[in-house]
């Protein structure tokens, strides 16, 4: 396909496309045309625009008509635009590109607006990333065939620098690869494997970005870590998942801890924090693997793992907001109720481990077994989640938050100032009302304040 093929958008120009169609040359490039060859419904997580034939003040002046702009990369041409009531697009001007080092910042970029299409598209970093549609004929660039290697399923590499100028590349086709069910082509294959340690030169954030796309976008994201592996880019990437690969368990586990982990990964709905947590919840085997009376156990590896899944997503510069919740997640993956628990067991686990995360926690529990084909703790899930449902409709004090007093009128009543007894004496209350929820009320619950007072005052 190359200027001859047609293909439909699905949708009428918008108004201000056609202002720039009018005034010169308008193309749609990037994911969107990758994802319509594709066939695919959903919209690409960027849309993105070339413009050619109209200078950068000429079309800022074009599009303020329609909304806001915003010129982001003067150097590199490139527009924010959002138009009134839309989304915002990117829309840049044609450049070419040439590597003076390794990294994705090391280049001398030529930005023109008179530069051809096909020089812009040659740049980027695949060939099926690599085609441009027509806005106004509606027909196909395609300078690299990449509409060809989507057809063979193939990813296949512009050119044999493309990693040296930015090793994030790498990632990125182990995303496609993943998300759309792709086959590496041999010699990009070929060159990651002798290029992986590049990696190591990409900043946290941008590893994240592509890790994330990975995990939300594909329906098994494990096939990339599998990838990952078997060229040698996941131990620049996550050495601590590697690591894993071989690592035995028990009779409850078919799989080594790598593959059970990234199993897991597959088996989790499409919800970050629950896929990572799947991803990284067992971690902590390989340090605490051990063997009791023949077997092997892995005591407190929930805790190990907690520190990893720390370490890593730290490192990868998640928010602290987004960690936390992930390690909580690990940290707390296994809880142990069963049927013959009393009520107050089951309390006492709503209030460890927060309302708000028991169905995370519980899709990452299942996960955990639908990996193991553990078909006894999906039946045990099924039953404490209506055992949950039952207890939220008639108790609802899980947390000091719920208590019917609190710090300031403990104060009140004791007389005494704010201070660590303050808390203390909170969370005996709410150990008190978990127990029986009876006692969640003013008069129950100032007598207990005050006979602890008591207690305080004679043992001082």
């Known amino acids: 396909m190359n200027g001859k093929d047609r293909i439909e958008i699905g949708r009428n120009l918008y108004d201000w496309e056609i202002t720039l169609i009018d005034e010169g040359e308008l193309y749609l490039v990037g994911g969107a045309v990758r994802n319509l060859l594709f066939g695919l419904k959903e919209k690409s997580f960027d849309e993105d625009y070339l413009v050619r034939g109209i200078s950068a003040d000429k079309l800022i002046t074009l599009l303020e008509k329609y909304g806001r702009t915003d010129l982001v990369g003067k150097s590199f041409g490139v527009i924010k635009f959002t138009p009134a009531g839309s989304k915002t697009v990117d829309i840049a001007l044609p450049r070419t590109e040439h590597s003076t080092g390794l990294g994705h910042r090391d280049f001398e970029v030529n930005t023109d607006f008179n530069i051809r299409v096909e020089e812009d598209l040659v740049r980027r970093d695949y060939t099926m990333n690599s085609i441009a549609l027509n806005m106004k004929n509606m027909l196909l660039i395609d300078p ?13 590499v512009n050119k044999r620098e493309s990693f040296k100028e930015d090793p994030l590349r790498m990632l990125r086709g182990v995303q496609f690869l993943s998300r759309f069910k792709m086959d590496m082509e041999s010699a990009t294959r070929d060159l990651i494997e002798r290029e992986a340690h590049l990696i190591t030169e990409v900043s946290g954030e941008r590893l994240k970005e592509e890790l994330n796309k990975m995990l939300l976008l594909s329906d098994k994201p494990g096939d990339g870590f599998i990838f990952m592996h078997e060229t040698g880019l996941l131990r620049y990437i996550l050495p601590e998942l590697e690591e894993t690969f071989g690592i035995e368990q028990n009779e409850y586990h078919p799989d080594d801890v790598f593959h059970h982990s990234i199993n897991s990964c597959n088996m989790a709905p499409r919800k970050l924090n629950v896929r990572w947590s799947a991803l990284l919840h067992d971690l902590g085997k390989k340090s605490a693997k051990r063997k009791k009376n023949e077997r092997i156990v892995f005591y407190g590896h929930e805790v190990k793992s907690e520190k990893i899944a720390q370490d890593i997503l730290s490192r990868l510069k998640f928010s602290k907001r987004f960690t936390s919740n992930v390690c909580h997640l690990v940290r707390h993956h296994m809880f142990n109720i069963t049927e013959d628990c009393r009520d107050s067991t089951v309390r006492r686990f709503l209030s460890r481990v927060g309302i708000d995360n ?11 077994a639908l990996s193991r084909g553990d078909t006894e703790s999906i039946q045990n899930l099924k039953w404490l989640k209506g055992k949950i449902e039952m207890l939220l409709e008639t108790d609802s004090s899980f947390k000091i938050g719920d208590l019917e007093i609190d710090g300031l009128d403990i104060m009140k009543i004791t007389g005494v100032e704010s201070g660590p007894w303050i808390g203390e004496i909170l969370r005996q209350l709410l150990e008190e009302v978990i127990e029986d929820p009876s006692f969640n009320n003013r008069e129950k619950l100032t007598k207990i304040v005050a006979k602890e007072y008591k207690r305080r005052i004679k043992q001082e």
């Open 144 to 156: 690299l065939k990449g509409s060809k290697d989507i057809g063979k399923n193939l990813i296949r």
């Open 358 to 368: 028991i169905d995370d926690l519980f899709a990452l529990r299942e996960a955990d």
